[in-house]
């Protein structure tokens, strides 16, 4: 059964800090409002889990994550008996809680779930927004606060691991793309506690990396790598080791590539 996480953490912000760049917030409270589900598209370590954590709390939602993977069934999401004491319990999955609760289901990288996950998600992406549970025989109709947000990296460019026409367009999408460097630098800055001109250096590099995207790295270096390594150089590490650590090893595993990177980041710093 994936077991969902329930953001924020006690002790975080609440909300959780997060800098709007384009527009994003209004998108999401007006899908929210409209009971529209919502698709976000962009790389990994973007800022997507932590928007959706923002909103969820900006509009009073609980929120329940489910970060997919290829073993992860409808069974996982909706629910399944359980063995307990000798009886058998029905056991909600956290798509089911959401719609129970009108909370806010978060399915992170959404492709990477097994096909039979689109049958559920179809009744309840539409204008019915039901819930069918095939085991128990209910069919739960989602309250106006629900919401489903689901999203996935199209940069992957996995052809067998795309959505099909006929479940994206059952969503409003939203595509996310690094911030410009002086939003970036200042996220990182409030993220890591770094000065934000030591953080401009770090985007700087980063984005030099993010040109090889396509070429030598199938990824470039994510916001997330980028705050590591300012964290880790707030917290006293030589700053060349950090960006090897953060910004050079993550990467990649072919020594050649490495030897190209750490020149990028000779020249970039
Ligand atoms: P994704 O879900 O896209 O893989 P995350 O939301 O986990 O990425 O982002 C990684 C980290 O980058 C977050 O924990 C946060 O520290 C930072 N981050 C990225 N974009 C923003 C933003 N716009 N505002 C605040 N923090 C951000």
């Given at each position: 059964m ?14 959780p ?10 998108l ?30 900006r ?20 629910g ?5 004491g000798?009886?058998t ?9 959401a719609?129970r ?50 999203s ?20 409003l999408?939203l ?16 993220e ?29 270096a ?5 705050i590591y ?5 707030k ?12 910004l ?6 072919d ?15």
């Open positions: 994936a077991r969902p996480s329930i953001l924020p953490a006690p002790g975080a912000d609440d909300p800090f997060y800098r709007e760049t384009a527009g994003e917030c209004e999401f409270e007006r899908a929210f409002r409209n009971r529209m589900p919502l698709l976000i598209k962009g790389p990994t370590g973007c800022g997507k889990t932590r928007f959706v954590a923002h909103m969820a709390a509009l009073g939602r609980p929120l329940y994550t489910v970060a997919c993977h290829d073993d992860l069934t409808a069974a996982d999401l909706t399944r008996y359980l063995l307990k000798g009886d319990v029905w056991a909600d999955g956290p798509l089911t809680r719609v609760d009108g909370a806010i289901c978060y399915l992170d990288e959404v492709v990477e779930a097994r096909k039979d996950v689109t049958v559920v998600l179809h009744p309840v992406t539409d204008d019915r927004r039901t819930l069918p549970l095939e085991r128990t025989g209910e069919i739960l109709h989602a309250p106006p606060e629900f919401m489903l947000v689901v996935y990296n199209p940069g992957y460019q996995n052809v067998l691991k795309s959505l099909k026409p006929s479940t994206r367009q059952r969503f999408a595509e996310f793309s690094f911030p410009q460097p002086e939003v970036e630098a200042a996220i990182v800055a409030r890591s506690g770094l000065a934000q001109e030591r953080c401009a250096a770090l985007v700087r590099l980063a984005n030099a990396l993010r040109e090889l995207k396509g070429k030598d790295l199938d990824e470039g994510s916001t997330r790598l980028v390594c300012a964290s880790l150089i917290a006293g590490m030589r700053p060349a080791d950090a960006v090897v650590a953060a050079i090893e993550p990467l990649t595993d020594p050649d590539v490495r030897q190209g990177l750490l020149r990028v980041a000779d020249i970039a710093l």
